[in-house]
């Protein structure tokens, strides 16, 4: 994807001064495109079961491990579709890579990404830009995103971005039959009606977009149970058993997206109340929370499971490797959503 010199990002970025987003981004033609790339032919025939696995990568910034992790470890295994959130495009933090294609590149996938955010607060940046991808063994038959209704302006944040939430979709020739697959990334600093709107925003484009076909959705939902805003609504919840409880065994009930999803036919996974994000909380200790989902439509699961990024699970880490060597708490913030699944 074409990349936006820096005076030209900040002039952008200094237009949100007295500029709504959506005008700004408007002049931004990147974020309405989808980046596509192969590097796979199609397999020789069509398996009955397919593995996806979804994963919020934190960046890119540990790519080389990333990909050890994704070839490496056994319950991560078949692997023929990756949902992803949060991976660099031009960003000095993750070498400046285009870190979706090169890891399409090295495992042999195809691909597709959509532009989430530019991040402006770093000048090494060549691109600065940030989003999430569909990597796929099979062939993308055609690919686009979907912009989330907003609810909040990062341009404001510390972190001083142009852009917002999104959901990149790609139709998959799967052995002559299409499969619907989509990475969602919804938003964390708002609360569960903000993100039960952008939810209905995706949920009401698949149909349009990606009709009559089995559907498998996945993504960083940011189902805190709580507005990812508020300091007090955080502290309250981390100095509570009760509530730090209901963030793991009751998100549905704070959570409507979910209960919606539902009620559109979707299966929603994992079903065992396990963590899947450890968010950092003053003192060393850590919030568990239960953010990452696939939904699936038209398929079944025959197994699911969450799997670990900390480094001491690494247990099948290859002598002499990148991930063997790594040394810092864990490779994401979040850990991995893993499925087995097959048509109905």
């Known amino acids: 994807m074409r990349g936006i010199p820096l005076e030209e990002r900040k002039a952008l970025g200094g237009l949100l001064e007295q500029q709504p987003q959506e005008e700004v981004m408007a002049r931004i033609p990147q974020f309405w495109e989808a980046e596509t790339g192969s590097f796979s032919p199609p397999p020789k025939a069509a398996a009955k079961e397919l593995g996806a696995l979804m994963f919020n990568m934190e960046r890119g910034v540990h790519l080389p491990e990333i990909q050890e992790f994704l070839r490496d470890c056994p319950e991560a295994q078949p692997l023929d579709l990756i949902l992803a959130n949060e991976l660099d495009d031009g960003c000095a933090r993750s070498g400046n890579r285009n870190t979706a294609r090169e890891l399409a590149k090295s495992f042999g996938l195809n691909y ?20 999430n991808a569909v990597f796929s063994r099979w062939p993308i038959r055609r690919a686009g995103v979907i ?27 799967v052995g002559g039959r299409p499969l619907g697959a989509v990475s969602i990334h919804l938003e964390n600093r708002t609360h569960g009606q903000g993100r039960k709107a952008q939810m209905e925003a995706i949920l009401k484009t698949v149909e349009k ?15 805190n149970t709580f507005d990812g805003r508020s300091k007090e609504d955080i502290g309250a919840v981390a100095a509570s058993p009760d509530l730090r409880r209901r963030c793991l065994e009751e998100a549905a009930r704070y959570e409507e997206l979910l209960p919606m999803a539902e ?14 994000r450890r968010k950092p909380l003053p003192g060393g200790d850590y919030l568990p929370l239960r953010l990452d989902w696939i939904l699936l439509r038209g398929l079944s699961a025959a197994e699911s499971r969450v799997i670990s990024t900390a480094r001491e699970d690494f247990v099948y880490a290859r002598p002499g490797s990148a991930l063997a060597a790594f040394t810092g708490a864990e490779l994401s913030d979040h850990n991995a959503v893993w499925t087995l699944c097959r048509r109905d």
Do not use: S
Request: glycine letters at 10%; a negative charge; proline letters at 8%.
């Open 147 to 173: 912009r989330l209704p907003e609810q909040y302006n990062w341009y404001f944040d510390r972190q001083k971005r142009i852009g917002g939430r999104l959901a990149v979709f790609a139709e998959l020739d």
């Open 112 to 131: 597709a990404w959509g532009l989430e955010f530019i991040e402006l607060v770093n000048d090494e940046n060549k691109k600065g830009f940030h989003g």
């Open 263 to 276: 009620a559109a036919g979707y299966r929603i996974l994992p079903e065992e109340p396990r963590p899947t």
């Open 209 to 223: 977009e990606l009709p009559d076909m089995p559907l498998i959705l996945g993504g960083d939902l940011n189902t």
